[in-house]
């Protein structure tokens, strides 16, 4: 890999490279530090954000959640630094407005659920779906992968699709909710899908396909508008980027790091079957959601369904049969060293949901749980 940073990332803007750049939102939740429960900040955080980096912090949907959201580019060490940074910067102004940020999929502290940011969008998505919108904390990480057309971006959709479950696996980051073991790996995505607009994406015939879906789903009441469009991977509204959206917020700088390179490679993998005339799998749609349901309760500390046959296989059998995928890929963008890596720590230590029950076994405290998200949180 030669030339600067600059020069790569002038030269995948212009299509001079097969390279493809990668960005990374992430979810947060603010919690009292001493009791864990969330608590309506936002504002009082926000405040405290250094002037410079207001920009990449932006509310979210609950006063007491807060979203960052690195540039995209082409080197896996220039998001490390992104999201360092970001997140570092987050815990020092929540501690300044004496409060806590945890990167966690739910909030695991029985407690009030804080209001909603008044906006009024917000307001009318309670009006219509009411009951619907979930407890304290829903936090989610969206992946953004460049992608140079909208028709590209569709049929990258379809290729990516089977592969989706065992990324929703590694991402799981949430088994405690109000107080209690869930029983799930991810509950967040099991909050998640009282949404009527959260689902697998389906397959597409083309941008038009895409395009009239979002238009009838809007008429059917089940979408206000387009940001509402909660599949698993769709094209960005705001950017030219396929979004997958299907992980819990990770708890380390490493593991998210470790999942914008995954996301990177699948997209690459997509774009180079599209290019050499390689068809998707057409996984049927209730397996595909049989998969997503396996990978929120189990983690990677279980099974999963392995949508190229439909069989039941260790999810770790699964990722590692992923990677070998992506090695191209993962090659071709210098990432492969470093993805090996990553894996073998979170091979080590287990997702975020295997790490807070473990904390939870050695000390019987959800306050515990709280303080070791923390400490991931800030790296």
């Given at each position: 890999?030669?030339?600067?940073?600059?020069?790569?990332?002038?030269?995948?803007?212009?299509?001079?490279?097969?390279?493809?750049?990668?960005?990374?939102?992430?979810?947060?939740?603010?919690?009292?530090?001493?009791?864990?429960?969330?608590?309506?900040?936002?504002?009082?955080?926000?405040?405290?954000?250094?002037?410079?980096?207001?920009?990449?912090?932006?509310?979210?949907?609950?006063?007491?959640?807060?979203?960052?959201?690195?540039?995209?580019?082409?080197?896996?060490?220039?998001?490390?630094?992104?999201?360092?940074?970001?997140?570092?910067?987050?815990?020092?102004?929540?501690?300044?407005?004496?409060?806590?940020?945890?990167?966690?999929?739910?909030?695991?502290?029985?407690?009030?659920?804080?209001?909603?940011?008044?906006?009024?969008?917000?307001?009318?998505?309670?009006?219509?779906?009411?009951?619907?919108?979930?407890?304290?904390?829903?936090?989610?990480?969206?992946?953004?992968?460049?992608?140079?057309?909208?028709?590209?971006?569709?049929?990258?959709?379809?290729?990516?699709?089977?592969?989706?479950?065992?990324?929703?696996?590694?991402?799981?980051?949430?088994?405690?909710?109000?107080?209690?073991?869930?029983?799930?790996?991810?509950?967040?995505?099991?909050?998640?899908?009282?949404?009527?607009?959260?689902?697998?994406?389906?397959?597409?015939?083309?941008?038009?396909?895409?395009?009239?879906?979002?238009?009838?789903?809007?008429?059917?009441?089940?979408?206000?508008?387009e940001g509402m469009l909660y599949w698993y991977a769709r094209l960005s509204a705001k950017y030219p980027t396929v979004e997958l959206r299907i992980g819990d917020v990770c708890p380390s700088v490493d593991d998210a790091v470790l999942v914008a390179a995954l996301v990177?490679?699948?997209?690459?993998?997509?774009?180079?079957?599209?290019?050499?005339?390689?068809?998707?799998?057409?996984?049927?749609?209730?397996?595909?959601?049989?998969?997503?349901?396996?990978?929120?309760?189990?983690?990677?500390?279980?099974?999963?369904?392995?949508?190229?046959?439909?069989?039941?296989?260790?999810?770790?059998?699964?990722?590692?049969?992923?990677?070998?995928?992506?090695?191209?890929?993962?090659?071709?963008?210098?990432?492969?060293?470093?993805?090996?890596?990553?894996?073998?720590?979170?091979?080590?230590?287990?997702?975020?949901?295997?790490?807070?029950?473990?904390?939870?076994?050695?000390?019987?405290?959800?306050?515990?749980?709280?303080?070791?998200?923390?400490?991931?949180?800030?790296?």
């Open positions: 890999m030669s030339g600067s940073v600059a020069e790569r990332e002038r030269d995948a803007a212009q299509g001079g490279t097969d390279l493809l750049t990668v960005g990374v939102e992430e979810e947060f939740l603010l919690v009292d530090p001493h009791t864990g429960t969330a608590v309506p900040a936002v504002d009082l955080v926000m405040e405290q954000v250094p002037a410079e980096l207001r920009g990449q912090v932006e509310r979210e949907f609950q006063t007491s959640q807060i979203e960052i959201g690195s540039p995209p580019g082409l080197e896996l060490s220039s998001i490390r630094h992104s999201l360092g940074v970001l997140r570092r910067a987050l815990a020092d102004a929540a501690e300044r407005a004496g409060v806590r940020v945890l990167a966690i999929g739910t909030g695991p502290v029985e407690g009030p659920v804080p209001p909603v940011v008044d906006k009024p969008r917000f307001d009318r998505m309670i009006e219509r779906f009411r009951l619907l919108v979930p407890g304290p904390g829903n936090n989610g990480m969206h992946v953004h992968v460049g992608v140079p057309d909208a028709e590209t971006g569709v049929q990258v959709l379809n290729h990516v699709r089977p592969w989706l479950p065992i990324l929703h696996a590694a991402t799981a980051n949430s088994p405690f909710s109000a107080g209690v073991d869930t029983g799930y790996a991810s509950w967040r995505s099991v909050e998640w899908e009282r949404w009527p607009s959260v689902a697998p994406t389906p397959y597409l015939e083309s941008h038009e396909h895409y395009e009239r879906l979002i238009r009838q789903l809007i008429a059917s009441g089940v979408m206000l508008d990177r490679a699948l997209v690459a993998t997509a774009m180079t079957d599209i290019a050499e005339g390689r068809p998707p799998i057409r996984t049927d749609h209730h397996l595909l959601v049989a998969a997503h349901w396996r990978a929120a309760h189990d983690g990677l500390e279980g099974r999963g369904v392995d949508l190229t046959d439909g069989e039941l296989r260790p999810a770790w059998e699964l990722l590692d049969s992923l990677v070998e995928r992506l090695a191209p890929a993962l090659d071709r963008h210098g990432d492969l060293a470093e993805v090996t890596d990553l894996l073998g720590g979170l091979r080590r230590h287990g997702t975020g949901a295997a790490r807070q029950r473990a904390v939870f076994a050695r000390t019987g405290s959800l306050v515990d749980v709280v303080r070791d998200v923390a400490r991931q949180t800030r790296g």
